[in-house]
């Protein structure tokens, strides 16, 4: 007799789901140790996060980078590669967008820059990503330690840059000089506007529609292309895989090549989107936070859209909790998300066993 098996939704949604409930309670105890209300403040998170126009663009703002790093992180992760690296890459991807601002936001029009931009994060962000590859396909390196202190090596990169070579000569903040308007992205509001369709002011841009864009096209990689299948071959068993005559090590250097590119999209958000010129520190640790994006969405693109949107209502919901009750300031916030990085992501698999046991119980029965 055959085993019972366990439905798929209780591993793409019902364990994830438990996961954040168990986050969100031993965060409710946190506030009830210093005196606060835990429901009022879930109540001042959620509206702050969705209850206003401008609270639910900037929690989009925020899905928007954990898409591009959550993005990159799976298509990795699908290989068998845990990529800690999306945070350099992200920082010299932006370095890429900035650059190609740079030199040609005087002298091209915003339907050539855009093109240029992308190729420009893609193609920085992947050759960040390409050395750390190299080392693991050819020479045997460990790609977690390699890319853990390429993080490092980027963020010393930029201050060197920005400080050295790139800052506005007569600005004393490491900045560059602000884009021409030819090089800045629509905000949604004006794009909507443009439509007849109002809303208030927020930081969210045009990137978010690529970032949707991404998540399709690495669907479609990934599960309905011969290239897709042999990185899918590779992550499960990568022993079969070299039975089968797939080049492991060549699949490791493309696949990580996509990842960085995917995280060097954060410029895009940032750099073309919001801030309008280069700077230092505008990754903000989005390229740790896609770790935990990337495992509670289970590695897939939809998955990874809602773990974003979630984390983004943590972000702007934390921010709003945190001006409603002053007591809560910001560092409790801060462990409240980390609570739920915690909980989807090192204690994933906490209650997966009892749970499929459950399961398995009752589809017997």
Known sequence: MS?????????????PFINIMLAFLVSALVILAIGENPIEAAGYLVY???GYEEGIGYTLYYATNLIFTGL????????????????GQAYIGGLGVGLVCLAVDQTMPFYVIVPLAII??????????????YLSARRGSHVVITTIMFNFI??????YLMVNWLKQEGRMSPNSRTFEESAWLPY??????????????SPLNASFLWALICCVLIWGLVWHTRWGYQLRTVGTNATAAVYAGIDNGKVTIWVMLIS?????????????????????????????AGIAVSLMGRNHPVGIILAAILFGALYQGGSELAFEIPSITPEIVVVIQGLVILFS???????KDRVEAFFTRTSAA
Do not use: D, R
């Not at 992501?345 to 209650?351: F, K, S």
């Open 3 to 15: 085993q019972p098996k366990v439905p798929v939704w209780v591993n793409l949604a019902l364990i």
């Open 48 to 50: 702050g996060a969705f």
């Open 72 to 87: 990159a992180v799976s298509i990795a992760f699908k290989a068998g590669i845990f990529n800690i690296g999306g945070e």
């Open 120 to 133: 420009g994060g893609a193609a920085f962000g992947a050759a960040w990503a390409y050395i750390p590859a």
């Open 154 to 159: 980027a963020s010393s990169l930029m201050v």
């Open 188 to 201: 949604m509001h004006e794009m909507l506007a443009a439509i007849g369709i109002n809303i208030e002011q």
């Open 260 to 288: 960085g590119a995917l995280a060097g999209f954060v410029g895009l958000n940032e750099i073309m989107g919001v801030h309008h010129s280069l700077l230092l520190n505008f990754t903000a640790g989005f390229g740790f």
């Open 345 to 351: 992501g090192a204690l994933e698999h906490m209650c």
